[in-house]
């Protein structure tokens, strides 16, 4: 009963902090609503990166590659035919011809991030540690430079247009709480337990007869779906899009984030998320003039970046392990021993 | 045979094209070193090592009217200056964090720098124009070679060989191949770890100031994004040589830069589009056969492959 209740908690906790600033910014005027969505749009992106880098211990720099192929595909399915012909005169016949409704464009959004990452996954799931890391980085590199030039199966360097912009605040919401809802339901299952002994002594793991690379390889398939789905909700926010969008700075920021809220936890990804994000709409406002307790703040334009930077650092030096510790929301003792 | 030839554009290399692409290999390995040193003893690989060559190459542009051999000094101060702040300040609390951790921290710091650089100087870019006249070519055997080529590969050898001799000859060189080789043991047979690191970071530094002074005279106008690129061309470079030992990632690194400079010499821009993705599919294979890297040692690996 009490394991029940903590594993509700650990799922409770961060659905609530979402569905929180899903309500605050209902209270915004709707330019600050903007802020809002991007946030939780945000949480999905972070959440689908943390199934696999926060249950493996591995670094991937290659989930944003995920991000970019679910964009562009749902972003490319979603265009009203009579458009595509005009914004897109180069692509496939089979792609001109067809559009879809938004929730189908989501889904084939999460198949093809999904199926990408299952495909390059089955030789990359091999390594380890830093050959990881490049390996996946070099995903990215591949996977922007074949988005930005090949014209036959989206707009190359132009920018994507025309795309419905249909993720508002109810979808954006419900969006991450999907994904906090299967990265939960993962974690507690037996491959993610199975996987969390990898990341803890892999050594002693495949000593018991765990198969790493199998493990490995059903979560990086998994969270490159998740994270397909959440570039799928990111092009129906946005409407339009280049790859440059779906890049490096990306790759930081959504890295940062979850190093920063703590890697090891569903809630740290959560947080982190939202603190950042928050951190950065504060910034963005600042460079623009707002008025904090009575005083006007005017910061110069490009202080948001360094100020970015400096918080990064130092969440990163003074909290190695994240402003969560990399722990789940656990109740009060008190609560939990009655 | 010939055919094959054509086909590849080799026949399009020049004594030119070749001389370039060593002085970018030459460039890079030096590059490599700087950040093999470090991992050596830190077990950390320095993303923001391309933002060091930046500050240098910042420094060189704003004291252009000065004489050049203050000019320079100056490079060498401020970038060995900003490696040793980066050392104290970000590396020292990072030592027995994860690597994970260790990494986008560096990245932080690089992303930071860079946006230092963006408020303090903006996009347009300074001009560093005091060593232009490197850019000229002299004629030699019959072939057109820019002197700066000639600094490239002159000062990569002589800095190779110091380092050579560094490393096998004095006290110092003994006690970072004993850190490099296991930290904690040397720590407990009496190696100073402040001191070895102290050092290793002092003469990474030192190299990226002499690569700024190169990258600068190739690449006069200096943007925030200075030495972006190539610093991530040389990781992945690293890393695919074999960033355990120092040779292995010194060649790595000369590898990639001589065939990123053969390659974008020869091959006309509409057929190089989709380059970075071969090149990249290659580092990936390459990793996935020899994960310890491809100038590495049988047995150096083990622990890099489930």
């Known amino acids: 009963m009490r394991r029940t209740l903590d594993a509700l908690v650990v799922l409770a906790a961060p659905c609530v902090l979402v569905i929180a600033t899903a309500l605050l910014a209902t209270t915004l005027s709707e330019a600050n609503e903007i802020y809002a969505l991007n946030a939780i749009v945000g949480v999905s992106i972070v959440v689908g990166l943390y199934v696999f880098v926060g249950n493996s211990g591995v670094v991937s720099f290659g989930h944003v590659s995920f991000v970019a192929v679910g964009a562009f595909s749902a972003g490319l399915m979603s265009i009203p035919v009579e458009s595509k012909t005009g914004v897109l005169p180069d692509v496939y016949p089979f792609l001109r011809d067809t559009t879809y409704s938004n929730i189908v464009t989501l889904l084939i959004a999460a198949a093809a991030g999904g199926v990408f990452a299952l495909v390059v996954g089955v030789p990359l799931m091999r390594l380890n540690g830093l050959a990881a890391g490049i390996a996946t980085f070099a995903v990215l590199e591949i996977t922007h430079n074949v988005l930005r030039n090949w014209t036959k199966i989206g707009p190359g360097p132009t920018t994507l247009s025309l795309v419905p912009e249909t993720t508002g605040l109810r979808q954006a919401t419900a969006g991450a709480l999907i994904v906090i809802v299967i990265a939960w339901a993962y974690q507690r299952s037996r491959p993610g337990r199975l996987l969390r002994a990898t990341s803890m002594d892999p050594a002693a793991a495949q000593a018991v007869g765990v198969n790493v690379h199998r493990q490995r390889l059903w979560a990086f398939a998994l969270s490159g779906a998740l994270c397909g789905f959440a570039g799928g909700l990111l092009v129906h926010f946005i409407g339009s899009m280049t790859t440059e969008e779906v890049y490096l700075e990306l790759t930081f920021l959504s890295l940062a984030m979850l190093v920063i809220g703590g890697a090891t936890s569903l809630w740290g990804a959560v947080v982190g998320a939202l603190v950042v994000s928050g951190i950065d709409s504060f910034l963005i406002q600042a460079e623009e003039s707002i008025d904090v307790v009575g005083r006007t703040l005017d910061l110069p334009e490009g202080t948001r970046l360094v100020a970015l930077g400096v918080l990064m650092a130092l969440a990163l030096i003074l909290r190695p392990s994240g402003l969560t510790g990399g722990r789940e929301v656990r109740l009060p003792r008190r609560i939990r021993s009655t | 045979?010939?055919?094959?030839?054509?086909?590849?554009?080799?026949?399009?290399?020049?004594?030119?094209?070749?001389?370039?692409?060593?002085?970018?290999?030459?460039?890079?390995?030096?590059?490599?070193?700087?950040?093999?040193?470090?991992?050596?003893?830190?077990?950390?690989?320095?993303?923001?090592?391309?933002?060091?060559?930046?500050?240098?190459?910042?420094?060189?542009?704003?004291?252009?009217?000065?004489?050049?051999?203050?000019?320079?000094?100056?490079?060498?101060?401020?970038?060995?200056?900003?490696?040793?702040?980066?050392?104290?300040?970000?590396?020292?609390?990072?030592?027995?964090?994860?690597?994970?951790?260790?990494?986008?921290?560096?990245?932080?710091?690089?992303?930071?720098?860079?946006?230092?650089?963006?408020?303090?100087?903006?996009?347009?870019?300074?001009?560093?124009?005091?060593?232009?006249?490197?850019?000229?070519?002299?004629?030699?055997?019959?072939?057109?070679?820019?002197?700066?080529?000639?600094?490239?590969?002159?000062?990569?050898?002589?800095?190779?060989?110091?380092?050579?001799?560094?490393?096998?000859?004095?006290?110092?060189?003994?006690?970072?191949?004993?850190?490099?080789?296991?930290?904690?043991?040397?720590?407990?047979?009496?190696?100073?770890?402040?001191?070895?690191?102290?050092?290793?970071?002092?003469?990474?530094?030192?190299?990226?100031?002499?690569?700024?002074?190169?990258?600068?005279?190739?690449?006069?106008?200096?943007?925030?994004?200075?030495?972006?690129?190539?610093?991530?061309?040389?990781?992945?470079?690293?890393?695919?040589?074999?960033?355990?030992?120092?040779?292995?990632?010194?060649?790595?690194?000369?590898?990639?830069?001589?065939?990123?400079?053969?390659?974008?010499?020869?091959?006309?821009?509409?057929?190089?589009?989709?380059?970075?993705s071969f090149v990249f599919a290659l580092v990936i294979v390459v990793l996935v056969l020899r994960p310890a890297g491809l100038f590495s040692r049988p047995g150096d690996a083990g622990v890099e492959r489930v």
Request: net charge positive; proline share 3%.
């Open chain 2, 1 to 276: 045979m010939s055919s094959l030839i054509a086909i590849l554009g080799l026949s399009d290399i020049t004594g030119q094209v070749l001389t370039d692409a060593i002085a970018l290999g030459a460039t890079y390995a030096l590059m490599a070193v700087g950040i093999g040193l470090v991992f050596g003893v830190l077990r950390l690989v320095n993303f923001a090592y391309g933002q060091l060559v930046m500050a240098g190459a910042y420094t060189l542009a704003l004291t252009s009217d000065w004489r050049i051999a203050y000019s320079i000094v100056a490079c060498f101060a401020v970038v060995i200056g900003l490696s040793l702040a980066m050392e104290r300040a970000v590396f020292r609390p990072l030592r027995n964090s994860s690597p994970a951790v260790m990494l986008v921290t560096t990245f932080a710091i690089a992303f930071l720098l860079q946006s230092i650089a963006l408020l303090k100087f903006g996009t347009l870019g300074e001009p560093a124009t005091a060593l232009a006249p490197l850019a000229q070519p002299v004629t030699l055997l019959g072939v057109d070679v820019r002197k700066v080529t000639i600094i490239a590969v002159a000062s990569a050898a002589v800095a190779l060989t110091l380092l050579v001799l560094l490393l096998g000859r004095t006290r110092i060189g003994l006690q970072m191949r004993a850190a490099a080789a296991d930290f904690a043991t040397a720590r407990m047979l009496g190696v100073r770890a402040n001191s070895v690191i102290l050092f290793a970071v002092v003469v990474s530094g030192a190299l990226a100031a002499v690569v700024a002074i190169i990258l600068t005279v190739t690449n006069p106008l200096v943007t925030p994004t200075f030495a972006l690129r190539e610093t991530i061309i040389v990781l992945v470079g690293v890393v695919v040589g074999g960033i355990n030992r120092l040779a292995s990632a010194t060649l790595g690194g000369f590898a990639i830069g001589f065939a990123t400079g053969l390659f974008g010499g020869i091959l006309p821009t509409d057929k190089s589009v989709f380059l970075p």
